[in-house]
């Protein structure tokens, strides 16, 4: 049995954020998620936006969190090492109906508290975006709009919590809560049973398949998917800032955006589905993504996809976001409704669940000891020739490019292996040094992926998984 002061359930950006702010406090926490990587679903496949909550709903929770979570990231990306650009979106209206939106949406960011949201003239818009419809009558520009790695951020998130304590229980599904006389009394897993006195679901898709283990699932949760494009570095098209379309009353809309990494991003779709594991990509959907978003940008050339994947949203039923603590259950705090914006409130969510967890009894006291900052694993090509050089001096296997594609060598995919929390499959080495991410998408790379790890986790080949125990990428020899 594992002893701990607070179970959070999910290791997606909330859950790993949540995680990372207990961690300032002398107290126990112990993470736990049935997959085989931090990141959780949602996290780890969705548009890569840090937003400024300038279209929330005022007076909402989610308005509060986004709205306080997006100046945050100036110094977290710094202290954590994550990658992170403030390159603004612009919001352009094609005909009268969505020209005459403009203001509402305007007035609707000052409600909100973002007040740098500017109107910006057909000529004005067509500068910043020469790609653009040149039938656009104009549109606003949203300067904190950001783009980030998502796969770092959470991985550095995690990674910060547990060298300062936190314990990490990966591929270990919770099947049960206990409560007794009124109080959480334990946790049961596939990897045993946590005594604990307070739980914190984060559990996104599944919070209330969680929910249900304590009588508190009075809403459900229905996956929307979102299916996505990923565009080569050297696409014909590009754009500068994310283009956003005039969202709906459903969805945000398709959009088009560069990432960090010089890649443009298109989608997503929103499709309610009847199940929370579909994340296939379907002939329809890729099909609306490029018939909308060429009526913003003509020219965006889908013939350059290197890839297409899709993600799943928890949207809750009745919708909302919502973090609930209740009078008749002592320790439990329940957070539902966290959809497209999560990514962004996860690093406030943290803080605002640690007012909750006081609120109901946690006794948080300030460590001495606690370390805000962490390094990211050094990006070869990014490096000055000297300072490559340098580190091949140093770590000659810097000096053997495993993926071509992003130039990535075996000395990072070493370090992504040997961190904390550090890569056992091929997704999670991908995630980390985006080894497979390029043009080929490890065809030439995968073999050599598979051999690192097999050496590095001292395993046969055969037993190398993609993500999830079993997905074998090798099934035998053929000869």
Avoid: W
């Avoid at 126990?28 to 959780?40: E, I, P, Q």
């Avoid at 549109?139 to 300062?164: H, K, M």
């Amino acid at each position: 049995m594992v002893k701990t002061d607070v179970v959070v359930i999910g290791a997606g950006a909330v859950g790993c954020a949540i995680a990372r702010e207990l961690s300032k406090y002398k107290i126990n926490v112990t993470v736990v998620d049935k997959r085989d990587d931090v990141g959780g679903d949602a996290s780890k496949s969705n548009s890569a936006i840090i937003h400024t909550g300038y279209d929330a709903a005022p007076g909402t929770l989610e308005s509060q969190l986004v709205v306080a979570a997006n100046p945050m990231y100036d110094q977290l990306t710094k202290d954590l090492d994550v990658p992170f650009d403030r390159i603004g979106a612009v919001l352009p209206a094609f005909n009268e109906e969505q020209f005459e939106k403009l203001p509402s949406i305007k007035e609707k960011a000052f409600k909100n508290h973002v007040y740098d949201v500017e109107y910006l003239s057909k000529e004005e818009i067509l500068a910043k975006e020469p790609e653009l419809n040149k039938d656009v009558l104009g549109g606003l520009f949203i300067p904190r709009e950001s783009i980030i790695d998502p796969f770092i951020l959470v991985q550095a998130l995690a990674e910060n919590a547990n060298e300062n304590g936190v314990n990490f229980m990966l591929n270990t599904e919770v099947t049960d809560i206990k409560v007794e006389d009124g109080a959480i009394k334990a946790v049961e897993t596939t990897g045993g049973t946590i005594e604990t006195s307070f739980v914190v679901n984060a559990a996104a898709l599944h919070c209330d398949d969680i929910a249900a283990m304590v009588g508190k699932a009075d809403y459900k949760v229905v996956a929307r998917r979102g299916q996505f494009y990923i565009l080569d570095k050297n696409t014909s098209c590009k754009v500068q800032n994310i283009v956003l379309p005039i969202p709906t009353k459903v969805t945000k809309g398709k959009l088009m955006t560069p990432t960090i990494h010089g890649n443009m991003l298109v989608g997503p779709t929103a499709e309610d589905l009847p199940d929370k594991v579909d994340v296939s990509v379907t002939t329809e959907g890729l099909d609306s993504i490029y018939a909308d978003v060429s009526k913003m940008i003509p020219n965006v050339n889908i013939r350059d996809t290197i890839t297409q994947y899709s993600g799943l949203r928890p949207n809750r039923n009745p919708e909302g976001l919502h973090v609930d603590v209740y009078d008749d259950l002592k320790g439990y705090v329940n957070l539902s409704g966290v959809r497209s914006t999560g990514l962004t409130l996860s690093v406030s969510m943290g803080k605002y669940v640690a007012e909750k967890m006081k609120e109901i009894g946690c006794e948080l006291v300030f460590k001495d000891d606690f370390k805000a900052t962490r390094k990211g694993i050094p990006c070869f090509h990014q490096m000055t020739i000297e300072e490559q050089e340098a580190i091949v001096k140093e770590e000659p296997l810097y000096g053997n490019i495993v993926c071509r594609c992003e130039t990535i060598t075996e000395g990072e995919i070493l370090r992504a292996i040997h961190r904390p929390l550090g890569a056992k499959t091929v997704d999670a080495v991908k995630r980390r040094v985006r080894a497979g991410m390029g043009r080929c998408q490890g065809g030439f790379c995968g073999p050599k992926v598979i051999e690192i790890l097999a050496r590095e986790l001292n395993i046969p080949t055969e037993q190398v998984n993609k993500n999830l125990e079993g997905s074998y990428m090798i099934t035998g020899k053929n000869k």
